[in-house]
């Protein structure tokens, strides 16, 4: 999902449901929900073996966040680095948030 109008807009309270891909330019200023896939510098062999796959900011804070590729194909949960937060989400089809229960 590209960024520039391709998401509904979301409820001012409601956190967003779906990612939307920034390209390099737009990752110091990532809104919620926002994604860029590291595969450039796979790709420029910088990265023999990627650790991270993604720069995600998080939908419920905007705190930006280096996720795995098992965490961008939803095998694994992402839970927010950031101390006020309490986000705890899969990414499902490499595309919408579901999120999950903070015990």
Do not use: W
Not at 17 to 44: H, N
Not at 80 to 98: H, N, Q
């Amino acid at each position: 999902m590209e960024k520039p109008g391709s998401q509904a807009p979301e409820s001012a309270n409601s956190p967003p449901t779906a990612l939307c891909r920034v390209d390099e330019s737009s990752i110091s200023a990532m809104d919620p929900g926002d994604i860029f896939l590291i595969d450039k510098l796979e790709a420029a062999g910088l990265n023999s073996e990627p650790t991270f796959h993604a720069i995600l900011a998080c939908p419920l804070c905007g705190n930006q966040v280096l996720i795995s590729a098992a965490q961008y194909f939803g095998y694994a949960p992402v839970i927010c680095a950031a101390r006020a937060c309490s986000g705890f989400f899969r990414i499902i089809d490499e595309g919408r948030f579901v999120y999950l229960p903070v015990n």
